[in-house]
Nanobody
Framework: QVQLVESGGGLVQAGGSLRLSCTSS????????MGWFRQAPGKEREFVAG????????YYADSVKGRFTISRDNGRNTVYLQMDSLEPEDAAVYYC???????????????WGQGTQVTVSS
């Protein structure tokens, strides 16, 4: 049974930073691409960032490029999302996603964490 546990969310002022973590268990973490998605109230879940299994390729939504950084530590079974220069529009529940293969864009869905709330005050 795959489990993804996110942490690191909270309340931050606009312009501030947060680092989200997601720790995986249940299958061999280093074999799978990972991603972060977010969902704001009344909106659909949207892609934020993705990383291939070996960390060699990363992908970002245009809205977060240059401000957010995704990384992973395969030794710790953990993926991170460093979020800098946060804006009120970044407020959402952030979900960790483990993809079905090593390549982020090869397939969809996979497994999801329970989400962590990020609130940005203006």
């Amino acid at each position: 049974q795959v489990q993804l546990v996110e942490s690191g969310g909270g309340l931050v002022q606009a312009g501030g930073s947060l680092r989200l973590s997601c720790t995986s268990s249940g299958r061999t973490f280093r074999n799978y691409a990972m991603g972060w998605f977010r969902q704001a109230p009344g909106k659909e879940r949207e892609f934020v960032a993705g990383i291939n299994s070996n960390g060699g390729s990363t992908y970002y939504a245009d809205s977060v490029k240059g401000r957010f950084t995704i990384s992973r530590d395969n030794g710790r079974n953990t993926v991170y999302l460093q979020m800098d220069s946060l804006e009120p529009e970044d407020a959402a529940v952030y979900y960790c996603n483990q993809r079905p293969s090593s390549n982020f864009y090869a397939g969809e869905f996979g497994y999801w964490g329970q989400g962590t709330q990020v609130t940005v005050s203006s």
